[in-house]
Each structure stands twice: as C-alpha cells, then as structure tokens.
C-alpha cells in the first residue's frame, strides 16, 4: 500500500482514474492529499465530493513562485505521501522541489515521450503527421517532461484526426497507463538500470 498525493489544475480525470482503480481494489494505493492551484479546478469538486483532504494552493496569492512552492510543500510534507502524482499539475516544479522527492515525483503526459514535450503535445504530433502517439508515464527529474519512463501506450494517429480526437482516444489509454505504472510503484517490484525503469 502506498500513500500517493494528487497535484492537479483542472479536470482531474487522471485523477479519478486513480481514485476509481484504487475503489475496485485494482491498486494498492491511498490518497492522502489532493493538491490543486485552482479553486475552480473541477478535479477539486470531485475531491471535496470524495471526501479526499483537499488543498487549494492558489499561485496568483503568493508573491513569488518559490514562495507559492513551499507553501506547496509544507503540505505535502505533513500529508506524507511515498508518491506525489501530477494529473494535470500546469505549474513547472523547480530543481528545490524534485529535489525534495527525489525519483518520488511521477508525471503523465500525452504523447511517446522525448516526442513532443511541453504543452499541446497531442496538437504537436497531428501537425507533425506522426501515425502514432500515445502517453507516458514518467518520474520527475530537473528537466522537463525527460525523466525515466514507467509505462508507454501507443495510440494509433488517423488520417482525419484533429487535436481533440487524438486527445479523446489518448485520454482513455492515461487512465489505463496511469494505474498501471502506479501499481508498478505499490508492488514496489522496480528497479533503474540507469535511464531504464525495470519492473519486475
Ligand atoms: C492530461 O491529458 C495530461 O496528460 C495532461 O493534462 C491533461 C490533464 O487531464 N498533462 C500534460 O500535458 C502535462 N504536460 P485531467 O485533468 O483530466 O487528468
């Protein structure tokens, strides 16, 4: 059993995703803390509506970004979570940060990573006429969207997709990606190989 906390911004289907998964028993996981910048994120309703501890952390009241980080962390480190998961977290995590949960931190993004990082991943790929994409699930080191993957599923890029289709059909394999590569985490049957994760 683990203890993850959720970082998220908005809609926060990831994170239901998890919350679901770990309600079916399909993961061994507890939520300890949901922790959103957006008090209008519709992930914090659904938190609130779960009974979760739910944060909101607003960035647009702290004067600077760091101060807005150790509020951030002040909570997380009273929650006590092994895993801090982002679900859609729009906050870039500074150096102090990663390096207060050191290969504890864990991301997905919508795309076959190194591929298209950074924001509008799914746009970036139908623009760039790859015929497949996917999503990644990753640990977080200091560089963005480029530390060492857990779990990749490939989506299929159609001729007539836009944006919004290939993000629909991406959306459905992150679920899917996203407990895989937590359970991976909970059974605690991992181990680095440099860049490589190795699950066993
Ligand atoms: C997801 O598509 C996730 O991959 C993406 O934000 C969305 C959040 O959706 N994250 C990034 O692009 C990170 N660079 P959700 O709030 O419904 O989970």
């Keep these: 059993m683990i203890r993850i906390a959720v970082l998220l911004s908005g809609r926060g289907s990831n994170f239901a995703a998890i919350h679901e998964a770990i309600a079916a028993r399909a993961l061994d996981a507890e939520i300890c803390a949901v922790v959103s910048n957006r008090d209008d994120a519709p992930g914090v309703s659904r938190a609130r509506d779960w009974q979760y501890a739910a944060h909101v952390i607003d960035n647009r009241a702290f004067a600077s970004r760091a101060d807005h980080e150790a509020e951030v962390l002040r909570v997380l480190e009273a929650a006590k979570p092994d895993f801090i998961v ?26 076959l990573l190194p591929s298209f990082p950074g924001v509008d991943a799914q746009k970036q790929a139908v623009e760039h006429g790859v015929k497949v994409s996917g999503c990644t699930v990753h640990f977080v080191d200091e560089s963005l969207d480029a530390g060492p993957i857990i779990v990749q599923h490939a989506v299929e890029v159609r001729d007539d997709d836009t944006a919004e289709s290939l993000s629909a059909r991406i959306l459905v394999e992150e679920h899917r990606a996203y407990v895989e590569a937590l359970q991976i985490l909970a059974r605690g049957r991992y181990r680095f190989d440099g860049r490589r994760v190795i699950a066993s």
């Design 86 to 111: 982002l679900a859609g977290y729009m906050r870039l995590l500074s150096t102090r940060f990663v390096a207060a949960f050191p290969n504890r931190i864990i991301n997905i993004h919508p795309s």
